[in-house]
């Protein structure tokens, strides 16, 4: 990867199929969120598919999925070994994190030392709603012991989520599992962990705010909405406050890069800000080398 020339980092984008064309949410789940989000884009691309389409744009892309197979009653998620895998192929412009399932904490751990190991993954991707469990109940612990071993940066989907949206009961998805104030507690816990709050973290946006400046080892991503609807708060702190600790994403396939970036150049970012925010922010969460472009 070749940091200089690069444009971009986008440190939010789904892997939602694999070469068979299996994908980690079930039918009912990828229609109604279509219908949410009317993405206009394959709604479920492989790592072939993405790795293509941000190597036509110039930007690289952190990669993967959500292991979720417990909430979602047994159904498996894409392997993040194949996507770490098949991202290597790609290293030009993908960058994998892996997912685990928390509900199985012995598994989880070990699977964990094995992607960061074997693999080479920079960090896990958690979905506490979509995943079903309260991030900050000790009995998770471990898991961000194994995370923190390791080096990992940890990137947690924060706020409301499309992800049954639409549905009766939503699915049964807790919006309450993902309020970023429960993060404040494995933050605080686990201080040499890099955690990355992701979405505008709606309806507690405030919260978010308050912990990347409290807290040195908080980041957010912009991911999954439209900047044109981040509310003035956020805007204002990634312009001072947060410029070293705001990171963009796009959620792409539900939104498109294309799009999160048009709309990005409309909020009056100042001049040194946006390549932070772009790109050179991310550099320095993932670790990686300008050396090497590793």
Known sequence: MDLDTITAIDMHT???????????????????????FKPGVNR???????????RERNIAAVVFTVDARTALGGHPPVSS?????????????????????????????????????DYGVRGMKFHPSLQGFLPNDPVYYPIYEACAEHGLVTLFHTGQTGIGAGLPGGR????????????????????????????????WVDSSISM?????????????WS????????????????????????????????????????LGIKDDVMPLV?????????????????
């Open 172 to 203: 049964g998805i807790k919006l309450r599992y993902s309020d970023p104030m429960l993060l404040d507690d494995v933050a605080a816990d686990f201080p040499t962990l890099t955690m990355i709050l992701a979405h505008p973290s709606v309806p």
């Open 81 to 117: 070994e194949e996507i770490a895998a098949k991202a290597a192929e790609h290293a030009d412009v993908l960058i994998p994190f892996g997912s685990v399932d928390p509900h199985d904490v012995d598994t989880a751990v070990a699977r964990i030392t094995t992607l960061a190991r």
């Open 44 to 54: 479920t691309p492989t790592v072939d598919d993405l790795a293509a389409y941000y």
């Open 278 to 294: 772009m790109k050179e922010n991310a550099i320095r969460v993932l670790g990686l080398d300008r050396s090497t472009g590793q």
């Open 227 to 266: 900047p044109k609807y981040f509310p003035p708060q956020l805007v204002r702190n990634v312009n001072s406050l947060l410029k070293h600790k705001a990171l963009f994403g796009s959620d792409y396939p539900v939104l498109t890069p294309d799009r999160w970036v048009a709309d990005f150049a409309e």
């Open 14 to 36: 789904h892997v939602e199929a694999d070469g068979a064309h299996h994908c980690s949410l079930d039918q009912e789940l990828l229609d109604a969120s279509a219908k949410y």
């Open 212 to 224: 990347a400046t409290h807290k040195a080892n908080v980041y957010i991503d912009l991911s999954g």
